[in-house]
């Protein structure tokens, strides 16, 4: 919880030149480490059993589903308000050209259920990771004049590297582990996912409304009388730098400019971060084979 609150008041409070940033930091190391000091320590009764950890599968496997939630949420949260506030689309027409990603996700765990025993597991993984980070790629070609075409096919292609992804790294981390901490697993599991989802979402909006900044400051850099691009007829209608209404109008462009900027940076940020986890699958030993009934987490 503090965590979160650092993550989502930091941008507002100015982050560490506020003494409630210091406070939330404070609070979340120090719970950090009598969690950590507890969980090495106690015997009996501690929160974490210290054994699953030693499964390479599992805790490879929890990593790689906190990174996932950084995805699925992060985007979740991006592209309905792009759409919005910088294209103008209707809510209801964000809605739709968000479907994709979910008949996506449809699609490929369909089409999983039928090779998940044919095909290493961890090759599907591998696969539903590199479409995830190939469609973050495409999405840093956004601009403010796309069609929706790009939307939808980047959206599609998401929802089907996620469903590659799901089922698949369930069966690869619960396949080793013992019978006796299924339960315990199944719920760490769960809360990695949904800690890298709140985790990812604080991020990316911190990301969107720093970089904003920075850019805006950037381009009005050469919005100046001295600069030929700033004068008409170069400049023309609304825009002026010599009228009230002229420079509110180049400033709102300017802004929506550069938040396309900063959503773009948002999505190559994503796109790395998938692609640095890619080597965590070569910490996964090849599952036991489906036809011998490998316990697979549902949510």
Same mark, same amino acid.
């Given at each position: 919880?503090?965590?979160?609150?650092?993550?989502?008041?930091?941008?507002?409070?100015?982050?560490?030149?506020?003494?409630?940033?210091?406070?939330?930091?404070?609070?979340?190391?120090?719970?950090?480490?009598?969690?950590?000091?507890?969980?090495?320590?106690?015997?009996?009764?501690?929160?974490?059993?210290?054994?699953?950890?030693?499964?390479?599968?599992?805790?490879?496997?929890?990593?790689?589903?906190?990174?996932?939630?950084?995805?699925?949420?992060?985007?979740?949260?991006?592209?309905?308000?792009?759409?919005?506030?910088?294209?103008?689309?209707?809510?209801?027409?964000?809605?739709?050209?968000?479907?994709?990603?979910?008949?996506?996700?449809?699609?490929?765990?369909?089409?999983?259920?039928?090779?998940? !025993?044919?095909?290493? #597991?961890? @090759?599907?993984?591998? +696969?539903?990771?590199? $479409?995830?980070?190939?469609? &973050?790629? =495409?999405? *840093?070609?956004?601009?403010?004049?796309?069609?929706?075409?790009?939307?939808?096919?980047?959206?599609?292609?998401?929802?089907?590297?996620? !469903?590659?992804?799901? #089922?698949? @790294?369930?069966?690869? +981390?619960?396949?080793? $582990?013992?019978?006796?901490? &299924?339960? =315990?697993? *199944?719920?760490?599991?769960?809360?990695?996912?949904?800690?890298?989802?709140?985790?990812?979402?604080?991020?990316?909006?911190?990301?969107?409304?720093?970089?904003?900044?920075?850019?805006?400051?950037?381009?009005?850099?050469?919005?100046?009388?001295?600069?030929?691009?700033?004068?008409?007829?170069?400049?023309?209608?609304?825009?002026?730098?010599?009228?009230?209404?002229?420079?509110?109008?180049?400033?709102?462009?300017?802004?929506?400019?550069?938040?396309?900027?900063?959503?773009?940076?948002?999505?190559?940020?994503?796109?790395?971060?998938?692609?640095?986890?890619?080597?965590?699958?070569?910490?996964?030993?090849?599952?036991?084979?489906?036809?011998?009934?490998?316990?697979?987490?549902?949510?």
């Amino acid at each position: 919880g503090a965590v979160q609150m650092m993550l989502d008041r930091g941008e507002l409070k100015d982050w560490f030149g506020s003494r409630e940033i210091w406070i939330e930091a404070t609070v979340a190391a120090l719970c950090l480490y009598l969690f950590v000091v507890h969980t090495a320590t106690t015997t009996a009764s501690s929160f974490l059993n210290r054994s699953m950890l030693r499964d390479s599968n599992f805790t490879a496997g929890i990593i790689l589903m906190f990174f996932v939630g950084i995805i699925l949420n992060g985007t979740m949260v991006l592209l309905p308000t792009m759409m919005q506030v910088l294209m103008n689309y209707p809510v209801v027409t964000a809605g739709f050209v968000m479907a994709p990603r979910g008949i996506g996700t449809l699609i490929s765990m369909i089409v999983v259920a039928r090779i998940i !025993g044919k095909i290493d #597991t961890r @090759l599907i993984i591998f +696969a539903g990771l590199s $479409l995830t980070a190939l469609s &973050l790629w =495409q999405m *840093t070609g956004f601009s403010l004049e796309m069609n929706m075409n790009l939307l939808l096919v980047s959206g599609t292609l998401q929802g089907i590297g996620l !469903g590659f992804v799901f #089922t698949p @790294l369930s069966v690869a +981390a619960f396949s080793t $582990l013992s019978r006796q901490h &299924l339960t =315990q697993g *199944t719920a760490i599991f769960s809360l990695m996912r949904n800690i890298g989802g709140s985790v990812g979402v604080s991020i990316v909006e911190a990301l969107f409304v720093e970089n904003t900044q920075v850019i805006h400051s950037r381009l009005v850099e050469h919005i100046r009388p001295d600069n030929p691009l700033a004068q008409g007829p170069a400049l023309g209608i609304p825009y002026s730098l010599s009228e009230v209404h002229g420079i509110a109008a180049l400033n709102a462009l300017v802004t929506r400019q550069a938040q396309m900027i900063a959503y773009i940076d948002n999505f190559y940020f994503m796109a790395v971060m998938i692609l640095l986890t890619l080597p965590l699958l070569l910490l996964l030993r090849r599952p036991r084979s489906a036809t011998k009934g490998p316990t697979v987490a549902l949510d």
